[in-house]
């Protein structure tokens, strides 16, 4: 219906019950490209979590040793590992939570490491993205 096919004394509630052809359409375009920009966004921060890195210690701790715990030791503690050379990805940490081994690692060293990394707390390095991996999605 056009506003001029409605008498004048309903034509203010009419507009306002029945939205126009124009609006409807104007609504839906709205909805479409947020629908297109927020789809790109998780796959975006899918890809970020897999690739953000987890260094083992962190630089605050380097030249300390991993004992069996998880836990922070002096250099030549019996039974500890050096630290890593390389921060690990998300992925490969992921990875390593489900059974594998974390990339240039003996299976104990990587247990170590595990235990180091689960252990971190907000404000250490690694942290941010070692709780992304945890978070459903």
């Known amino acids: 219906m056009e506003s001029n096919d409605i008498p ?3 034509q203010g509630q009419s507009e306002e019950a029945v939205p126009s052809r124009r609006k409807m359409l ?3 375009a709205v909805g479409v490209s947020a629908a297109l920009t927020i789809r790109p966004a998780f796959a975006q921060t899918a890809v970020s979590v897999m ?3 987890i260094p083992v210690p962190g630089p605050s701790s380097a030249g300390k040793y991993i004992d069996a715990n998880g836990k ?3 250099p030549g503690t019996k039974g500890a590992f050096p630290g890593s050379a390389r921060a690990f990805t998300g ?3 992921k990875r390593a939570v489900r059974g594998q ?3 240039g690692t003996t299976y104990n060293q990587s247990q170590a490491y595990l235990q ?3 252990r971190l707390q907000a404000g250490q390095s690694g ?3 070692f709780a992304s991996i945890q978070m459903p999605r």
């Open 8 to 10: 004048a004394e309903n």
């Open 26 to 28: 104007a609504l839906g």
């Open 51 to 53: 690739n953000c890195q």
């Open 72 to 74: 922070l030791v002096p």
């Open 91 to 93: 992925e490969e940490v």
């Open 101 to 103: 081994t974390l990339p």
């Open 116 to 118: 180091y990394i689960r």
């Open 127 to 129: 942290f941010t993205c």
